[in-house]
T-cell receptor, first 114, second 114 residues
Framework: NAGVTQTPKFQVLKTGQSMTLQCAQD?????MSWYRQDPGMGLRLIHY???????DQGEVPNGYNVSRSTTEDFPLRLLSAAPSQTSVYFC?????????????FGEGSRLTVL | AQTVTQSQPEMSVQEAETVTLSCTYD???????LFWYKQPPSRQMILVIR??????QNATENRFSVNFQKAAKSFSLKISDSQLGDAAMYFC???????????FGSGTQLTVLP
């Protein structure tokens, strides 16, 4: 039972570098999303997608890019990393047809930008 | 915009005792969902309990129950017979009825004392 898989789990970057956080789910969920978690601030939505080819911005989208070419994958790209992007990133997915739409989370990716 | 407030950054409880975690939210919507998520040291976000706003009956899941006061916009979590495995960060979250995006509170760190 893989569920939502995020890679890498840990990453250290230098300011200005780019990288991609990978997210894959094997539950055929239409909805996928990325959150960042910072101390004392809970989780904040970065970007989300309701299906292949459809993406939209969340609360804190600046500095991040996403695409959704398949139902399974939803990568998050940092175009030019900044220290303010040091955080723990969570990918989450859910079924759209279910009214409750329980979100299933990955295990998180801890990113440090020096 | 909706906001979720958890006013207790830290709480502690003796093993086998009962503890209540507070959550208030602000919304102009009449239909919505409320959730409590648990985040243990492993970082994995786990759904504890959920409540539909149009249901007056408080949700319960084994030792976990909520006190949902719609008029007061309050959604507290009660943990009965606390166990060492309940130690975690607990997040309250809000979701509009027709959306999938969650708005999280800042979290309450629960310590269970043996």
């Amino acid at each position: 039972n893989a569920g939502v898989t995020q890679t890498p789990k840990f990453q250290v970057l230098k300011t200005g570098q780019s990288m991609t956080l990978q997210c894959a789910q094997d539950m055929n969920h239409e909805y996928m999303s990325w959150y960042r978690q910072d101390p004392g601030m809970g989780l904040r939505l970065i970007h989300y997608s309701v299906g292949a080819g459809i993406t939209d911005q969340g609360e804190v989208p600046n500095g991040y890019n996403v695409s959704r070419s398949t139902t399974e994958d939803f990568p998050l790209r940092l175009l030019s990393a900044a220290p303010s992007q040091t955080s723990v990133y969570f990918c989450a997915s859910s079924v759209l047809a279910d009214a409750f739409g329980e979100l299933f989370f990955g295990e998180g990716s801890r990113l440090t930008v020096l | 915009a909706q906001t979720v407030t958890q006013s207790q950054p830290e709480m502690s409880v003796q093993e086998a005792e009962t503890v209540t975690l507070s959550c208030t939210y602000d919304t102009s919507e009449s239909d919505y969902y409320l959730f409590w998520y648990k985040q243990p040291p492993s970082r994995q976000m786990i759904l504890v309990i959920r409540q539909e706003a149009y249901k007056q009956q408080n949700a319960t899941e084994n030792r976990f129950s909520v006190n949902f006061q719609k008029a007061a916009k309050s959604f507290s979590l009660k943990i009965s017979d606390s166990q060492l495995g309940d130690a975690a960060m607990y997040f309250c979250a809000y979701r509009r009825f027709s959306a999938r995006q969650l708005t999280f509170g800042s979290g309450t760190q629960l310590t269970v004392l043996p």
